[in-house]
C-alpha cells in the first residue's frame, strides 16, 4: 500500500507573502485610498451614463425571474422571452428588488449598483495581485484596471458582464487562497469559491469556466515528492477534488435560484454553453473596417481586440508575468514554488477562453465585451510582473528602481488623463496600436451602447430653443426623431419637444452613433457632433428640408432615398 506524505500546509509567512516587513504597507493604504475615491466618484458622475441598448429586456428578464417565482412556477413567460432563458439573471433579479425600497429610477439604481460592483472587483484584483506577490503588486493591479477604458467605462452599464468578471476574479482569488492548503483547505476559502462561482454560474453559464480552473490549481498543486507515484497523485487529485463538493453543491444551488431555466433538466446549463458556441444571429460587427456577422468573425478576433483595447503597459506586464512563469528562473530567485504555481494559475485562467475562441472560431460580437471576465486577470498578472522587475532593479540600482516606478506611475497617470477627457465614453478608449481612438473611428466596435444619447438630446433640444427664439416664425412645437438605438434611453429623457418614431425616412431629426457607420444611413443637415478627443462618435441631423420637400409634393420618402 502506498502511503502519501503530503506537503504540509503553507506557513503564516507564504500565507502572507507580501515582500515587506509590515503586515499592511504604504501600497495597501494607497489602495484603500484609491477605491474610496472610486466610490466617490462613481457617486457623483454614474447619471452621466445612458442606459445600454440590453438593460431594459434586462430588466424585465429580471422582473420576470420574480414573477415565476412568485406565481409558484405557474407563470411561464420567463422562458419565452426571446432568448434571455439562456442566460442567470442574478444581478437583474438583485436590482428589481432593490427597485422597490426607493425612490430611485431603477436605471439609475442599476447604474450605479453595477458601478460598484465594478468597484468591488478592483479591490479583487488588488487583493489578487497582492496575495501573490505583495501590497505593491495589489496596487500596481489596482491601477491598471482602473485605468482600463474597457473596464472602467463599462462599470456604469454593463450591468451583465462586470458583475460576471467579477464574481469570477473574486473566485480565482479564493481558489487560489484554498490551493495553499490542498488536499484540505480551509472551509471558509472553499465556501467562498463555491458562492462566488455560483454567483458567476447565476449571471452566464461561462462561470463553467471556474471548475476548468478548479482542475488546473490541483494539478498545479501535486506535491513535489509524489510526481513520479501515479497512485499516489491519484489519491491527491481525488481527495483535493471530494474536499472541494460542498463548494460545488453551493454553486449549483445559487445557479439555479438566479437561472429558472438552468433547473428545468440537470443538463441545461451544458445546453446553454453549447448554444452559446453556435449563435448565428444576423448581428454584425466590425475589424479593421470589415463588417462581418458574429458567426463568421474571424478566430483572432478577441485576441486583436484585448491587444487593442488594453493598455499597452498592462499588456506588457501581463507578457512578462505569463514569461516569468514559464521561465521562473528569470526572476532570480523572486519566484518560489508557491509564487510559480499562483501565477501560473492567474495566467491559465487568463489565456485559457482566449485559446478555446481562437481554436473553436466561436461566434464574438462588441469587441471585447464578452470577455471582459479576463481583464481583471490581466490587471493582476501586469501586477505581479512590475513588481517582481521592480524587485529586480532594486537589488542593482535603487535609484533605476525608483525611476522605472516613476515611469510605470507616469504611463498610468497619463492613460487617467484620456479617460477623463472621454467622460462618459470611458468603454470607447482605444490604445496607440490601432492610433487611439481616431484611427478606430468606423474600423473597429464604438459606441455600441449609443451612451451618446442624453448629450444628442440635450444638444437638439438647445438647438430648438435656440432656434425658436431667433426664427422670425413661430416653430413647431414637437419634432419626431429616428434613433439609430433603442427607444427606452430616448424617451426616459427630458425632451418636451420631440418625440421618437419608427418612420426613419419621414423623421425631422436623426441621432445615430458613428458605430457601424450608422450616421450615414439617413441624409440630413449635420447640425450637432458628439466628439471625443477631437473624434465624432455620434451626430444630430436636421432631415427636414428631405421630408417636408417630399411631403410638398404629396411624396413619401422611401428609406432608399435617404441613404448615402
Known amino acids: 500500500m502506498t502511503t502519501i506524505e503530503f506537503e504540509p500546509k503553507a506557513s503564516a509567512e507564504v500565507r502572507n507573502i507580501a515582500r515587506f516587513s509590515v503586515r499592511y504597507s504604504t501600497f495597501d493604504i ?81 447604474h450605479i449598483l453595477c458601478a460598484l460592483i465594478g468597484i468591488a472587483g478592483i479591490g479583487v484584483t488588488a487583493a489578487t495581485a497582492r496575495l501573490i506577490a505583495g501590497p505593491r503588486a495589489g496596487f500596481i493591479a489596482a491601477v491598471s484596471i482602473t485605468v482600463c477604458g474597457a473596464w472602467y467605462g463599462g462599470m456604469f452599464n454593463h450591468t451583465k458582464d462586470i458583475p460576471l468578471a467579477v464574481a469570477m476574479t473574486g473566485a480565482t482569488y479564493f481558489l487560489v487562497r484554498a490551493s495553499r492548503d490542498l488536499p484540505n483547505p480551509r472551509l471558509r476559502d472553499v465556501i467562498s469559491f463555491g458562492l462566488l462561482t455560483g454567483a458567476s454560474l447565476g449571471i452566464k453559464v461561462l462561470g463553467l469556466l471556474l471548475v476548468i480552473y478548479l482542475g488546473a490549481a490541483i494539478v498545479l498543486r501535486i506535491p513535489r515528492p509524489i510526481r513520479r507515484d501515479p497512485a499516489a497523485i491519484l489519491h491527491f487529485v481525488l481527495a483535493s477534488t471530494w474536499i472541494f463538493a460542498p463548494a460545488l453543491l453551493i454553486a449549483y444551488t445559487l445557479m439555479i435560484v438566479a ?85 501560473a494559475l492567474v495566467a491559465f485562467t487568463a489565456l485559457f477562453p482566449l485559446v478555446c475562441q481562437v481554436i473553436a472560431n466561436g461566434p464574438a460580437f462588441t469587441g471585447l465585451r464578452h470577455f471582459l471576465f479576463v481583464v481583471p486577470l490581466f490587471s493582476v498578472l501586469a501586477g505581479i510582473a512590475f513588481d517582481s522587475m521592480l524587485h529586480l532593479l532594486a537589488l542593482w540600482r535603487r535609484d533605476i528602481a525608483a525611476t522605472a516606478f516613476a515611469a510605470i506611475a507616469g504611463l498610468f497617470i497619463w492613460h487617467a488623463t484620456v479617460l477623463f477627457r472621454l467622460h462618459p465614453y470611458e468603454y470607447l478608449f482605444y490604445n496607440r496600436f490601432v492610433g487611439g481612438l481616431e484611427g478606430a473611428s468606423r474600423r473597429y466596435v464604438t459606441d455600441y451602447w449609443v451612451d451618446i444619447m442624453p448629450e444628442a438630446v440635450q444638444d437638439l433640444e438647445n438647438f430648438l430653443i435656440h432656434t425658436k427664439h431667433t426664427a422670425a416664425i413661430e416653430a413647431p412645437q414637437s419634432y419626431t426623431v429616428a434613433v439609430c438605438g433603442e427607444r427606452l434611453p430616448f424617451e426616459k429623457l427630458p425632451h418636451p419637444h420631440l418625440q421618437w418614431t419608427p418612420d426613419w425616412p419621414n423623421a425631422d431629426f436623426f441621432i445615430a452613433p458613428t458605430h457601424m457607420n450608422c450616421d450615414r444611413v439617413l441624409k440630413g443637415d449635420v447640425i450637432m457632433t458628439i466628439e471625443r478627443l477631437g473624434v465624432p462618435i455620434g451626430v444630430v441631423k436636421d432631415r427636414r428640408t428631405i421630408t417636408r420637400a417630399g411631403l410638398a409634393r404629396g411624396d413619401n420618402v422611401t428609406p432608399d432615398q435617404t441613404r448615402h
Not at 429580471?62 to 442566460?87: H, K, P, R
Not at 446549463?269 to 458556441?277: D, E, H, K, S, V
Open 30 to 110: 494607497a489602495s484603500l485610498v484609491l477605491l474610496i475615491a472610486l466610490v466617490a466618484i462613481a457617486i457623483f458622475t454614474f447619471r452621466d451614463y445612458a442606459i445600454s441598448n440590453d438593460e431594459e429586456v434586462q430588466h424585465h428578464y429580471g422582473e420576470l425571474i420574480l414573477t415565476y417565482y412568485a406565481s409558484g412556477f405557474a407563470d411561464l413567460s420567463v422562458f419565452n422571452f426571446q432568448n434571455l432563458y439562456l442566460y442567470g439573471g442574478l444581478f437583474d433579479i438583485i436590482a428589481v428588488s432593490l427597485s422597490h425600497l426607493g425612490t430611485l429610477d431603477p436605471y439609475e439604481l442599476r
Open 259 to 343: 437561472w429558472p431555466w438552468a433547473h428545468l433538466a440537470p443538463l441545461n446549463p451544458i445546453r446553454g454553453l453549447i448554444r452559446f458556441a453556435d449563435f448565428h444571429y444576423h448581428i454584425h460587427t466590425v475589424l479593421a473596417g470589415t463588417f462581418y456577422e458574429m458567426a463568421t468573425v474571424p478566430r483572432w478576433y478577441v485576441p486583436i481586440y484585448i491587444l487593442i483595447k488594453l493598455p499597452p503597459l498592462s499588456l506588457l506586464g501581463a507578457a512578462l508575468a505569463i514569461v516569468l512563469s514559464a521561465v521562473p528562473r528569470l526572476a532570480s530567485g523572486r519566484m518560489n514554488a508557491t509564487h510559480w504555481c499562483e501565477t
